[in-house]
């Protein structure tokens, strides 16, 4: 366990600030923005961090709406990261606001202990992990090149230590034919709309043969413009999920065949393009999940065992890649959300009420107990700086 001073330090520290975290919560909450647009969560976010002496980068890797905000000079340097970008039309469904406040706490919390401990506290913000893969984008330009570990945790309707995700890739599928009078002419057109439905039809035959984990979702963005033109231009959009990165792009490749099919059979021509980095699968670190999930049980949650954890149907997440890279943690701390998922109307509603603010509070203490025990635990310190350094080289 932590030592009784610095664990105390950090705890004493988030309940001082619990205000402050609550009401970025909700500040955040209310003025929901979509990915690479959230210009006033990303100010919020790193607003309470400037006040307490943290240097501030703006912009890094380009990304408008990150930022990298760090706080003493130790050799253990830790990465916590915020995300705040919401979804279209249901806001924070997904609870980021929760993810934001959480991530500024421990790191508020950390910096009281950051010379004691020798850390260097790094508060990351990254933008558009709905839509977008900033951390991926992030590590591609070396923002996450000197950090040894990596925390950050989400909200869900229960506690899991050792959240687990699924790779995932986005494409989007143009189809080109030919316009033409649907009544006069219509032997004279190409109809990407007819297009859309093979390659659909395809899709649709092709899930009873995917393998475990393995799935695809996806929606038509355009289909035409008027019933009485044959459309010359159509539009898919799919998202593709895998256990990990290999079986991800073995489905890749079988979906590749259900486009063309649509522009074979049509005679249209067709264009496949990558809206976002692939998301790679959460690859938890043994050590640090076992010990936030001490600390989950500590302030009185129950995670769920780990024989169970690996059956937990999630999502995926750009915090995947950076798992794969260095120790992580991705944790999901329970809100009521009364019965209701993440991505759901009523997860929106539970991500601002009292079990969300508690989840805030108890999140960000967690957070920042986690990783002093790191630092104070000389195997695990010496273990993550050695990789690091092994990266590096």
Request: aromatic residues 4%.
């Amino acid at each position: 366990m932590p030592t009784a001073t610095a664990a105390l330090s950090v705890e004493d520290a988030v309940n001082r600030r619990r205000g402050d975290l609550i009401a970025l919560s909700h500040s955040i909450h209310a003025e929901p923005e979509l990915a690479f647009a959230e210009h006033r969560s990303c100010a919020k976010t790193q607003a309470l961090v400037a006040e307490r002496g943290f240097e501030i980068t703006a912009a890094p890797a380009g990304l408008d709406t990150a930022f990298r905000a760090s706080y003493g000079a130790g050799p253990l340097v830790i990465g916590i990261c915020a995300e705040y970008d919401a979804l279209p039309e249901i806001g924070h469904a997904c609870g980021h606001n929760i993810i934001a406040a959480s991530a500024v706490g421990a790191a508020l919390a950390l910096a009281d202990v950051a010379d004691e401990l020798g850390l260097t506290v790094v508060l990351l913000g990254t933008p558009a992990e709905e839509l977008g893969g900033g951390k991926v984008l992030m590590l591609d330009a070396g923002t996450f090149d000197d950090i040894a570990a990596s925390v950050m945790l989400h909200p869900g309707p229960v506690d899991i230590a050792a959240a687990r995700s699924l790779a995932l890739s986005e494409v989007t599928v143009d189809y080109t034919g030919r316009e033409s009078h649907a009544a006069v002419a219509p032997y004279l057109g190409v109809n990407a709309g007819d297009a859309v439905t093979v390659a659909q039809v395809a899709v649709g035959l092709l899930r009873q043969q995917l393998m475990p984990g393995q799935m695809v979702h996806g929606i038509v963005t355009h289909g035409g413009e008027a019933t009485n033109v044959i459309p010359g231009r159509a539009e898919l959009r799919y998202t593709m999920r895998a256990a990990d990165m290999a079986a991800l792009r073995a489905l890749e490749g079988r979906m590749a065949g259900c486009f063309e099919a649509g522009a074979l059979a049509t005679g249209c021509t067709h264009q496949v393009t990558e809206t976002a980095p692939a998301y790679a699968e959460l690859l938890p670190d043994p050590w640090l999940s076992e010990t936030i999930r001490a600390e989950m049980i500590r302030v009185g949650r129950e995670p769920l065992p780990q024989s169970v954890e690996a059956s937990v149907p999630l999502g995926s997440t750009d915090m995947g890649n950076v798992t794969q890279v260095m120790p992580g943690i991705h944790p999901v701390i329970g809100i009521d959300s009364g019965g209701a998922s993440i991505h759901q109307p009523a997860f929106t509603a539970a991500a601002a009420g009292p079990s969300a603010d508690r989840a805030v509070v108890e999140g960000a203490i967690m957070l920042a107990r986690t990783v002093v025990q790191l630092a104070e635990t000389p195997a695990q310190r010496d273990r993550v700086l050695e990789l690091k350094e092994a990266r590096a080289s």
